[in-house]
């Protein structure tokens, strides 16, 4: 079964797959021509919509960096029992917030035949907070993580968790920005966060959505087409749902490595791809997806990655890896064969 990945880095501005499930085509595009692609809730989250293709897994961007490192072993599963955890700050937000969110998972519930056990609350507010890197990159903390923890463990028989928390600190300037198509996830980073920390203390997937106040932004505006998908609805939740109903199951020790990992060319610096790079898991970098990060094949050192303009390119590579062809023999000029230097004294 040839398999590849394809990361697209939250919080960092992708052009391609950094708003509200714009990845989704270049995802389908290159889950078309493998076997099996394992991608990441940031690449086809968008709100109300999925964009998960059929032969793609669903994995949280934690376990996917130790599943690349060897550490972990992905289990498809048919379906999984997931618990809904709402932050207790939704108790003073206007009236609907809660109802907004829990209608959400009823409608997933009775469309999509997700089985979710239930919903809790956190024991206290979470006091998720926004803030910025050195780098632009979107990122974030908790000031009760415990309370987080807490409350995940309530939801007993739970296989997935769900979490619904409000995150303050979002700059009305920086959100109109990233609506126009030109400013960074606010909450991107933040959300990576979260989902991180319970699926280490847990080990159990997990994935997030923001908690919103009801009512808020309810009158529509036009807005860049990348980020539209997060003005269907009042809520985030639908595509966390149905893409943690898919989420494999993690399991310790080593897994088959994948084919090819695919990943924005400024975003090489991610464990997960340095990682694959050390296991000498071939990195195709996508040049026409910039972002703000700038860790490129020449920032590390690397000779031996593959630079493609797009994803359209990059599906090209992947289907003539898939075919035993040698890529580079698909291309022009094709270079003569080299005489490997010798290792010998003298010679």
Aim: proline share 8%; with cysteine; aromatic share 4%.
């Amino acid at each position: 079964m040839f398999t590849a990945v394809q990361l697209i880095p939250t919080g960092v501005g992708a052009a391609i797959g950094g708003y509200a499930g714009d990845g989704g085509p270049a995802t389908k595009l290159l889950a078309s021509v493998v076997d099996r692609l394992v991608t990441h809730p940031n690449a086809v989250n968008g709100a109300d919509l999925l964009g998960l293709p059929a032969n793609a897994l669903y994995v949280e961007g934690g376990a996917l960096d130790a599943w690349l490192a060897g550490r972990l072993a992905l289990r498809p599963v048919r379906s999984r029992r997931i618990g809904l955890l709402i932050d207790k700050a939704v108790e003073a937000l206007p009236a609907g917030s809660l109802e907004a969110v829990l209608v959400a998972a009823d409608a997933v519930r009775a469309v999509h035949g997700v089985e979710v056990i239930g919903w809790a609350p956190t024991p206290r507010p979470l006091r998720a907070t926004l803030t910025w890197g050195a780098g632009g990159q979107s990122t974030g903390s908790l000031g009760d993580p415990e309370a987080l923890l807490a409350g995940a463990r309530e939801l007993v028989g739970a296989e997935a968790i769900a979490v619904v928390a409000f995150m303050d600190g979002l700059d009305a300037q920086e959100e109109a920005a990233y609506d126009d198509g030109h400013g960074v996830d606010p909450i991107g980073g933040l959300e990576a966060v979260i989902s991180r920390y319970l699926v280490r203390e847990l080990g159990i997937p997990v994935a997030h959505a923001p908690l919103w106040p009801y009512g808020a932004g309810s009158a529509l505006h036009r807005v860049d087409p990348r980020a539209a998908a997060e003005h269907l609805g009042h809520t985030f939740l639908p595509c966390i749902l149905m893409g943690l109903a898919r989420h494999p199951s993690l399991e310790a020790g080593p897994d088959t490595p994948p084919d090819a990992v695919v990943v924005p060319a400024g975003c090489l610096g991610g464990p997960g791809v340095i990682a694959a790079h050390d296991r000498g898991i071939p990195i195709i970098a996508v040049a026409g997806n910039p972002t703000t990060m700038h860790v490129d094949a020449a920032a590390l050192g690397w000779t031996d990655v593959i630079t493609v303009s797009g994803y359209l390119e990059a599906a090209g590579v992947l289907a003539a890896m898939r075919a035993g062809l040698d890529w580079r023999a698909c291309q022009r000029p094709f270079a003569p064969l080299r005489q490997v230097p010798s290792r010998l004294t003298g010679n």
